[in-house]
C-alpha cells in the first residue's frame, strides 16, 4: 500500500495550492482520508479529513475557511485545495488514510510521504 502526496511548492502569502494524494495497493472507499501537516519544530497536526462518502468532513481552526477537502473515491485519490495561503502554513503536509475519523481526528494507518508547502510573506 502506497500513499503518494504532490502539489506542495513556493507561493506566495494570498495564493493558492492543490495537493493530491494517490492512494494504491488496496480500495480505500471505505476509509476516512485527510492531511496532516508538520511545520519546522513543530509537532504534526491535524488539518483536515474527510469520511468515505464525503458526509462528514473537519477541519483545524486554523485552515477553516481556507481550505477545502474532497476526495474521488473511483481515483483512490483525495485533495486538500488551499486558498488565501499564509506564511504560518508553511510545513510539510502528509496525506494519511484510517477507519475512523471524527473532529479533528483521524485514526491513521496509512501515511504518505510529505510534500512541501512553502509561502512567502
Known amino acids: 500500500v502506497q500513499l503518494q502526496a504532490s502539489g506542495g511548492g513556493l507561493v506566495q502569502a494570498g495564493g493558492s495550492l492543490r495537493l493530491s494524494c494517490v492512494a494504491s495497493g488496496r480500495s480505500f472507499s471505505h476509509d476516512a482520508m485527510g492531511w496532516f501537516r508538520q511545520a519546522p519544530g513543530k509537532d504534526r497536526e491535524f488539518v483536515s479529513a474527510i469520511n468515505s462518502s464525503g458526509g462528514t468532513i473537519s477541519y483545524s481552526y486554523s485552515v477553516e475557511g481556507r481550505f477545502t477537502i474532497s476526495g474521488d473515491n473511483a481515483k483512490n485519490t483525495w485533495y486538500l485545495q488551499m486558498n488565501s495561503l499564509k506564511p504560518e502554513d508553511t510545513a510539510i503536509y502528509y496525506c494519511?488514510?484510517?477507519?475512523?475519523?471524527?473532529?479533528?481526528?483521524?485514526?491513521?494507518?496509512?501515511w504518505g510521504q510529505g510534500t512541501q508547502v512553502t509561502v512567502s510573506s
Open positions: 494519511a488514510a484510517g477507519p475512523v475519523m471524527n473532529n479533528n481526528y483521524l485514526k491513521t494507518d496509512y
